[in-house]
T-cell receptor, first 113, second 114 residues
Framework: NAGVTQTPKFQVLKTGQSMTLQCAQDMNHNSMYWYRQDPGMGLRLIYYSASEGTTDKGEVPNGYNVSRLNKREFSLRLESAAPSQTSVYFC????????????FGPGTRLTVT | DQQVKQNSPSLSVQEGRISILNCDYTNSMFDYFLWYKKYPAEGPTFLISISSIKDKNEDGRFTVFLNKSAKHLSLHIVPSQPGDSAVYFCAASHSGGSNYKLTFGKGTLLTVNP
């Protein structure tokens, strides 16, 4: 059981470039989430997917898009990266919603120059 | 407006002693609270939770206390061990709102000295 995996682990982008962060879980969870963590800040929800086929905005969705490709995979896309998107990105999953324990991936450290 | 506040950025305790991490919230609609632990270069891991119908929840060395009137919760770790050294995040949710949104505090770095 790998749990929640994220790729890549590190990425450096130039302003205006695009990229997709990949996330997959092997726990047959219904709900998946994308968070960002900035220095001195808690985690902030970007987007979530309550179940396969649905996605919804979280607290800080601007500049991001998501795709729930299937039950296992939930990707986060930056169409035109900005320095303000420099952050550590965490993907998480849970059986159903936050009343079930969320399992987090190891994170992707993204720097936008 | 920060709805979940962890006012101590850091805490240092001796091995074997009690660690007390504090968290305050401002949104009276919050009724479910969680603590997560995070080691460097890893994702957070769930530690313990409490519903607002309780005022205490215990799991081994970890106990969370909830004081609804004061909008305050605390995490007690007894006895503290060096392996407990990590950042601890408090998080809260309104179960009558979205079942998918947690509001996190900024975290407290706990250092347990041998």
């Amino acid at each position: 059981n790998a749990g929640v995996t994220q790729t890549p682990k590190f990425q450096v982008l130039k302003t205006g470039q695009s990229m997709t962060l990949q996330c997959a879980q092997d726990m047959n969870h219904n709900s998946m989430y994308w968070y960002r963590q900035d220095p001195g800040m808690g985690l902030r929800l970007i987007y979530y997917s309550a179940s396969e086929g649905t996605t919804d905005k979280g607290e800080v969705p601007n500049g991001y898009n998501v795709s729930r490709l299937n039950k296992r995979e939930f990707s986060l896309r930056l169409e035109s990266a900005a320095p303000s998107q420099t952050s550590v990105y965490f993907c998480a999953s849970s059986e159903w919603g936050i009343l079930n324990e969320q399992y987090f991936g190891p994170g992707t450290r993204l720097t936008v120059t | 407006d920060q709805q979940v506040k962890q006012n101590s950025p850091s805490l240092s305790v001796q091995e074997g002693r009690i660690s007390i991490l504090n968290c305050d919230y401002t949104n009276s609609m919050f009724d479910y609270f969680l603590w997560y632990k995070k080691y460097p270069a890893e994702g957070p891991t769930f530690l313990i939770s409490i519903s607002s119908i309780k005022d205490k929840n215990e799991d081994g060395r970890f106990t969370v206390f909830l004081n609804k009137s004061a909008k305050h919760l605390s995490l007690h770790i007894v006895p503290s061990q060096p392996g407990d050294s990590a950042v601890y995040f408090c998080a809260a949710s309104h179960s009558g709102g979205s079942n998918y949104k947690l509001t996190f505090g900024k975290g407290t770095l706990l250092t347990v000295n041998p």
